[in-house]
């Protein structure tokens, strides 16, 4: 598949607990390859320094439709591999093989209904992605999609990797004008409200992402236990303009 446009970036991770507030916890390279029938590549290499470290790699494929085909995971925690998979979506059905540390090797398959709408990775840059799941026609409001997969139901992804179903409710809070690291921007305004399905509760999730169709996170934050926030710290795009 030819390569029509790149966009490819860092995304720094940061904390904002009171006794540590704007410290460096972490960053994320990313790079979206749009191919010429229309569908991307989303591949990402996240490093968590707080303990026990995380370091995941991921490489997602969708189709035209936006829609997951397959994904690649691999993630260790505390300096140790912790495990990989490769994960197939197709219609009526999700698999998975996978080798970890805890379970050895072992396969999953699942039925779905119809095709997956989105699968969760636990790279930033594709949660931003996830939010093209919100239908903008109808406006500011609370929309949910059901049926999702996630690699870990681990808020930083450091379980795993495996299939794992939850539901996820956005609100879309308005278009804003805002600046990061990376320059001024035209975002659109999300939050992630719930996460039906995960064994603990997902703290307030705020979210801002590119306006242009792309969904490029532009800036996060997590409130609850985590205190965190990250930032698009350099972006750059290659091919043909939109």
Known sequence: MSVVR?????????????????????????????????????????EIDDAPAVVRDVNLRVGADRRPLDCFVRICVGGAFT?????????????CEAFTAGE??????MAIDGHLPAFGNHAMINDGFLLGLYDLSQGPDVQVTRGLLLSSPDHRGATGPMLFGVDLAIEYVGP??????????????FRMVDVPGLPLEHPPYDL????????????????????TAYELAACERTGEAR
Not at 85 to 94: C, K, L, S, T, Y
Not at 208 to 227: F, N, R
């Open 208 to 227: 801002w992402c590119t306006s242009d169709g792309d969904y490029v996170l532009l800036k996060a934050a997590v409130g609850g236990y985590m205190q």
């Open 6 to 46: 790149s966009i490819s970036g860092t995304i720094a991770y940061t904390s904002t607990k009171p006794e540590r507030q704007g410290a460096t916890r972490g960053r994320e390279y990313f790079r979206i390859d749009v191919h010429g029938d229309g569908s991307r590549t989303i591949a990402a290499h996240g």
């Open 83 to 95: 495990g990989s998979a490769w994960f197939r979506f197709g219609q009526g059905v999700a698999e």
């Open 176 to 189: 804003e004008r805002i600046e990061v690291g990376a320059g001024a921007f035209d975002a659109l305004h």
């Open 104 to 109: 050895g090797r072992f396969s999953q398959r």
